[in-house]
């Protein structure tokens, strides 16, 4: 199966999305002979296959339905899932502030079922890795067939493990941590980063956030940040548009930061603190532009 962007037209073995009446949406793989059963009637596969993209089609009694390549929150919000899952609007802020992209190496903690996992794939392309550590078999089984389910299996090494033993990597671009006590695996992360590389962690409370905050000065990160991400949507319609009853406010606190490497001898405290390494005040007296010096 192949979720390949450069095809104008469905073909054998494309992962295809249909988007019927109210944006019910059915996300497969096109496959010749087999057919789709749904509340709104029957769709064949084999009078898909060939059609461009975006076209409309029609069930055996007449539903509409329109023919899509799925994009990646399409993808995320319809994995079959066995835990919950991160939302798109967060995932997107990992993939931008965490500078993932083609050829990055990932470890992720806290494989779930498979939905950062499956952003992460797709976001390292070809030549990069992602290392997803988790230590429930049955989860990983499940977000392992979800990933194959795109077409996206080789670029991803499962393992089932406690972290709490350490990374098997060294030297890796980014570390994201998906579990409630991330707090207590700082080392382990540092230890498998490369200097400057890449830490995450997704929270959903104040108290978990404040114990990871402590523990990452404690290990030498710098250029720590925490943030949350709203997403309001509108109503498309001209004549009374305006926003939707509801909205996607708070689903967790995301903490980000970089392992740096500190000489002791000749640490500023004022730049410590700018870049967030370490939360001591200097004295008012001492001379914070050069506090060895």
Not at 19 to 24: A, D, Q, R
Not at 43 to 56: R, Y
Not at 160 to 166: A, N
Not at 247 to 268: K, Y
Request: net charge negative; with cysteine; aromatic share 8%.
């Amino acid at each position: 199966m192949t979720i390949e962007r450069s095809k104008s037209n469905a073909e054998a073995g494309d992962l295809i999305q249909l988007v019927g009446l109210s944006y019910k949406s059915y996300i497969f793989v096109l496959e010749h002979g087999k057919e789709l059963h749904t509340h709104r009637g029957v769709v064949k596969h084999d009078e898909l296959i060939g059609l461009p993209w975006g076209s409309q089609i029609f069930s055996h009694i007449g539903s509409p339905f329109f023919l899509l390549q799925p994009s990646l929150p399409d993808l995320i919000k319809n994995t079959p899932r066995v835990t919950q899952i991160l939302y798109p609007k967060d995932i997107g802020q990992i993939l931008l502030t965490m500078g993932i992209g083609p050829g990055t190496v990932v470890i992720e903690a806290g494989t779930g079922s498979g939905g950062l996992t499956t952003a992460l794939a797709y976001a390292v392309g070809k030549t990069g890795r992602v290392i997803s550590y988790e230590n429930r078999s049955e989860h990983q089984a499940k977000a392992r067939k979800n990933i194959e389910r795109i077409g996206l299996a080789d670029r991803v090494d499962f393992k089932v493990r406690d972290i709490r033993e350490g990374f098997d990597e060294t030297n890796v671009d980014c570390v994201f941590l998906d579990i409630a006590n991330s707090y207590e695996f700082t080392g382990q992360a540092r230890a498998a980063l490369k200097p400057g590389g890449y830490f995450g962690s997704i929270l959903p409370t104040t108290n978990q956030v404040v114990k990871l905050l402590t523990e990452l000065r404690r290990n030498q990160y710098a250029f720590i940040d925490v943030c949350e991400v709203s997403l309001r949507y509108f109503k498309p319609e001209p004549l009374r548009f305006r926003p939707t009853d509801r909205m996607v406010a708070h689903t967790g606190f995301l903490i980000f930061g970089r392992p740096i490497i500190i000489d002791q001898e000749r640490a500023d405290k004022k730049l410590l603190m700018e870049t967030g390494a370490i939360s001591v005040v200097p004295d008012e007296e001492e001379n914070t532009e050069d506090i060895v010096e």
